[in-house]
Protein backbone atom coordinates (compact mmCIF):
# COMPACT_ATOMS: atom_id res chain seq x y z
CA UNK A 1 0.00 0.00 0.00
CA UNK A 2 1.27 3.15 -0.96
CA UNK A 3 1.17 6.74 0.73
CA UNK A 4 -1.32 7.84 -2.09
CA UNK A 5 -3.85 5.33 -0.94
CA UNK A 6 -4.04 6.10 2.78
CA UNK A 7 -7.36 6.81 4.27
CA UNK A 8 -8.46 9.47 6.51
CA UNK A 9 -7.36 7.77 9.73
CA UNK A 10 -4.03 6.75 8.13
CA UNK A 11 -3.39 10.36 7.33
CA UNK A 12 -4.79 11.66 10.74
CA UNK A 13 -1.84 8.89 12.09
CA UNK A 14 0.68 10.46 9.81
CA UNK A 15 -0.36 14.05 11.29
CA UNK A 16 -0.36 13.42 14.56
CA UNK A 17 2.86 11.12 14.83
CA UNK A 18 5.69 12.23 11.67
CA UNK A 19 5.97 15.69 13.46
CA UNK A 20 6.73 14.46 16.90
CA UNK A 21 9.47 12.22 15.58
CA UNK A 22 11.00 14.66 12.70
CA UNK A 23 11.47 16.74 16.22
CA UNK A 24 12.53 13.87 18.73
CA UNK A 25 14.84 11.78 16.78
CA UNK A 26 17.89 12.44 14.98
CA UNK A 27 17.81 9.67 12.07
CA UNK A 28 20.30 7.39 10.42
CA UNK A 29 18.36 5.11 8.14
CA UNK A 30 19.73 2.74 5.72
CA UNK A 31 18.63 -0.33 3.64
CA UNK A 32 15.13 1.74 3.28
CA UNK A 33 14.89 0.01 -0.77
CA UNK A 34 14.47 -3.70 1.00
CA UNK A 35 10.94 -2.33 1.92
CA UNK A 36 10.31 -1.03 -1.71
CA UNK A 37 9.34 -4.53 -3.27
CA UNK A 38 6.24 -5.35 -4.83
CA UNK A 39 3.71 -7.25 -2.73
CA UNK A 40 3.44 -8.56 0.61
CA UNK A 41 6.25 -8.45 3.21
CA UNK A 42 6.72 -9.52 6.97
CA UNK A 43 8.76 -7.34 8.78
CA UNK A 44 10.86 -8.32 11.96
CA UNK A 45 12.46 -5.84 14.04
CA UNK A 46 14.39 -5.99 17.46
CA UNK A 47 12.43 -5.17 20.24
CA UNK A 48 14.50 -2.91 23.11
CA UNK A 49 11.96 -0.27 23.72
CA UNK A 50 8.47 0.70 24.01
CA UNK A 51 9.34 3.65 21.56
CA UNK A 52 10.42 1.14 18.82
CA UNK A 53 6.85 1.36 17.18
CA UNK A 54 7.03 4.70 16.63
CA UNK A 55 10.43 4.57 15.34
CA UNK A 56 9.92 1.43 12.79
CA UNK A 57 6.80 3.30 11.96
CA UNK A 58 8.04 6.42 10.79
CA UNK A 59 11.19 4.31 8.98
CA UNK A 60 8.76 1.97 7.14
CA UNK A 61 6.25 4.73 6.22
CA UNK A 62 9.22 6.80 4.62
CA UNK A 63 9.75 3.85 2.77
CA UNK A 64 7.16 4.16 1.18
CA UNK A 65 4.84 1.69 2.98
CA UNK A 66 2.29 1.47 5.46
CA UNK A 67 3.03 -0.48 8.61
CA UNK A 68 0.76 -3.04 10.10
CA UNK A 69 1.30 -4.00 13.38
CA UNK A 70 0.41 -7.23 15.37
CA UNK A 71 -1.91 -5.90 18.50
CA UNK A 72 -3.79 -7.65 21.38
CA UNK A 73 -7.36 -8.23 20.22
CA UNK A 74 -8.66 -6.76 23.79
CA UNK A 75 -7.29 -3.58 22.49
CA UNK A 76 -9.55 -3.49 19.57
CA UNK A 77 -12.01 -4.16 22.03
CA UNK A 78 -11.95 -0.65 23.32
CA UNK A 79 -14.43 2.07 22.15
CA UNK A 80 -12.96 4.29 19.54
CA UNK A 81 -9.55 3.39 20.06
CA UNK A 82 -10.21 -0.26 19.07
CA UNK A 83 -12.27 1.59 15.76
CA UNK A 84 -9.14 4.38 14.87
CA UNK A 85 -6.62 1.13 14.85
CA UNK A 86 -9.00 -0.64 12.52
CA UNK A 87 -9.33 1.93 10.01
CA UNK A 88 -5.77 2.48 9.99
CA UNK A 89 -5.53 -1.31 9.28
CA UNK A 90 -3.71 -2.60 12.02
CA UNK A 91 -4.15 -6.45 12.91
CA UNK A 92 -6.23 -7.54 15.46
CA UNK A 93 -4.19 -10.99 17.00
CA UNK A 94 -5.90 -14.11 19.29
CA UNK A 95 -3.21 -15.27 21.29
CA UNK A 96 -3.01 -18.85 22.94
CA UNK A 97 -6.97 -18.89 22.49
CA UNK A 98 -9.11 -21.06 20.02
CA UNK A 99 -9.18 -18.15 17.59
CA UNK A 100 -5.36 -17.86 16.91
CA UNK A 101 -6.23 -19.77 13.41
CA UNK A 102 -8.61 -16.98 13.09
CA UNK A 103 -5.83 -14.27 13.27
CA UNK A 104 -2.70 -16.14 11.08
CA UNK A 105 -6.15 -16.12 8.33
CA UNK A 106 -5.79 -12.32 9.00
CA UNK A 107 -2.02 -11.95 8.60
CA UNK A 108 -2.41 -13.75 5.51
CA UNK A 109 -4.84 -12.13 4.06
CA UNK A 110 -3.02 -8.88 4.46
CA UNK A 111 -0.04 -10.26 3.03
CA UNK A 112 -2.12 -11.51 0.03
CA UNK A 113 -3.54 -7.72 -0.53
CA UNK A 114 0.36 -6.66 -0.72
CA UNK A 115 0.77 -5.36 3.25
CA UNK A 116 3.99 -4.60 5.13
CA UNK A 117 3.41 -6.61 8.20
CA UNK A 118 5.40 -6.30 11.42
CA UNK A 119 5.92 -8.43 13.80
CA UNK A 120 8.30 -8.65 16.94
CA UNK A 121 9.58 -12.01 16.67
CA UNK A 122 10.99 -11.73 20.28
CA UNK A 123 7.24 -11.08 21.32
CA UNK A 124 8.04 -8.96 24.15
CA UNK A 125 10.95 -6.02 24.89
CA UNK A 126 14.10 -8.22 25.09
CA UNK A 127 15.11 -8.89 28.79
CA UNK A 128 18.75 -9.34 27.69
CA UNK A 129 20.43 -6.47 29.66
CA UNK A 130 22.42 -5.11 27.29
CA UNK A 131 19.34 -5.04 25.07
CA UNK A 132 20.43 -7.47 22.62
CA UNK A 133 17.73 -9.62 21.28
CA UNK A 134 16.27 -12.97 22.81
CA UNK A 135 15.62 -16.23 21.31
CA UNK A 136 12.47 -15.69 18.90
CA UNK A 137 9.11 -17.16 19.36
CA UNK A 138 7.76 -19.13 15.76
CA UNK A 139 5.18 -16.44 14.78
CA UNK A 140 7.10 -14.99 11.58
CA UNK A 141 8.15 -18.22 11.10
CA UNK A 142 5.34 -19.62 10.13
CA UNK A 143 3.64 -16.98 8.65
CA UNK A 144 6.44 -16.68 5.85
CA UNK A 145 6.15 -20.79 5.70
CA UNK A 146 2.22 -20.20 4.96
CA UNK A 147 2.74 -17.75 2.74
CA UNK A 148 6.34 -17.49 0.93
CA UNK A 149 6.57 -13.61 1.52
CA UNK A 150 10.01 -12.44 1.85
CA UNK A 151 11.15 -11.80 5.45
CA UNK A 152 13.03 -8.18 6.15
CA UNK A 153 15.08 -8.11 9.22
CA UNK A 154 15.06 -4.76 10.76
CA UNK A 155 17.68 -3.63 13.00
CA UNK A 156 17.13 -0.55 15.76
CA UNK A 157 19.23 1.16 17.83
CA UNK A 158 18.31 4.38 19.77
CA UNK A 159 14.89 4.20 20.71
CA UNK A 160 16.11 2.83 24.31
CA UNK A 161 17.34 6.55 24.58
CA UNK A 162 13.90 7.61 24.64
CA UNK A 163 12.59 5.03 26.76
CA UNK A 164 14.55 2.62 28.46
CA UNK A 165 12.30 0.11 29.85
CA UNK A 166 15.60 -1.01 32.31
CA UNK A 167 15.03 2.60 34.11
CA UNK A 168 11.20 3.46 33.07
CA UNK A 169 12.83 6.74 31.73
CA UNK A 170 11.76 9.05 28.73
CA UNK A 171 14.21 10.63 27.18
CA UNK A 172 12.78 13.79 26.19
CA UNK A 173 15.45 15.66 24.53
CA UNK A 174 15.15 17.16 21.03
CA UNK A 175 16.85 15.29 18.00
CA UNK A 176 17.84 12.44 20.25
CA UNK A 177 20.04 9.78 17.76
CA UNK A 178 18.20 7.05 16.62
CA UNK A 179 19.82 4.59 13.52
CA UNK A 180 17.31 1.84 11.48
CA UNK A 181 18.88 -0.59 9.11
CA UNK A 182 16.71 -3.24 6.94
CA UNK A 183 18.66 -5.77 5.82
CA UNK A 184 17.90 -8.07 2.59
CA UNK A 185 15.36 -10.61 3.18
CA UNK A 186 16.79 -13.80 5.35
CA UNK A 187 17.43 -16.82 3.28
CA UNK A 188 14.82 -19.31 4.33
CA UNK A 189 14.73 -20.97 1.06
CA UNK A 190 15.76 -24.85 2.45
CA UNK A 191 12.02 -24.65 4.22
CA UNK A 192 10.26 -23.73 1.17
CA UNK A 193 7.08 -26.28 1.01
CA UNK A 194 8.04 -28.00 4.29
CA UNK A 195 5.42 -28.88 7.16
CA UNK A 196 5.35 -26.60 10.04
CA UNK A 197 6.60 -28.60 12.28
CA UNK A 198 7.76 -27.80 16.11
CA UNK A 199 11.37 -27.89 14.74
CA UNK A 200 11.41 -26.97 11.08
CA UNK A 201 9.43 -23.40 12.49
CA UNK A 202 12.67 -23.30 15.64
CA UNK A 203 14.77 -23.59 13.07
CA UNK A 204 13.62 -20.88 11.06
CA UNK A 205 13.23 -18.84 13.51
CA UNK A 206 16.87 -19.28 14.85
CA UNK A 207 17.83 -18.04 10.74
CA UNK A 208 15.70 -15.16 11.54
CA UNK A 209 16.91 -14.17 14.78
CA UNK A 210 20.73 -14.98 13.85
CA UNK A 211 20.08 -12.58 10.93
CA UNK A 212 18.40 -9.96 13.14
CA UNK A 213 21.21 -10.36 15.74
CA UNK A 214 24.13 -9.85 13.48
CA UNK A 215 22.64 -6.18 11.75
CA UNK A 216 21.99 -4.89 15.25
CA UNK A 217 25.81 -5.94 15.68
CA UNK A 218 26.88 -3.98 12.77
CA UNK A 219 25.63 -0.87 14.27
CA UNK A 220 26.16 -1.46 17.52
CA UNK A 221 29.62 -2.40 17.15
CA UNK A 222 31.55 -5.67 19.12
CA UNK A 223 30.65 -9.00 19.38
CA UNK A 224 26.93 -9.93 20.70
CA UNK A 225 26.11 -12.59 22.66
CA UNK A 226 24.77 -15.62 22.27
CA UNK A 227 21.09 -15.29 21.12
CA UNK A 228 19.16 -18.50 22.95
CA UNK A 229 18.82 -19.33 26.50
CA UNK A 230 19.61 -16.82 29.17
CA UNK A 231 21.34 -18.50 32.26
CA UNK A 232 18.67 -19.17 34.66
CA UNK A 233 18.56 -16.86 38.04
CA UNK A 234 19.53 -18.62 40.93
CA UNK A 235 17.05 -19.58 43.09
CA UNK A 236 16.44 -17.59 46.58
CA UNK A 237 17.68 -20.17 48.72
CA UNK A 238 20.42 -20.67 46.58
CA UNK A 239 21.90 -17.00 47.11
CA UNK A 240 24.26 -16.25 49.47
CA UNK A 241 24.92 -12.77 51.45
Not at 43 to 64: M, Q, T
Not at 79 to 106: F, M, N, Y
Request: proline share 10%; net charge positive; glycine share 8%.
Amino acid sequence: MTRRRLGFWQRFAVVLVKPVMLLWTRRTWRGAEQLRREGGIIIVPNHLSHADPLVSAHFIYEAGRWPQYLGKASVFRVPVIGWILHRCKQIPVERETVHAVKSLDKLVAALDAGGAVVIYPEGTITREPQLWPMKGKTGAARLALATGAPVIPVAMWGPEKLFDPRTTRFGLRPRTPVTVVAGPPVDLGRWAGATPTRAVLEEMTDEIMLSLRDLLAEIRGGTPPPLWERPARPRTSEVTE
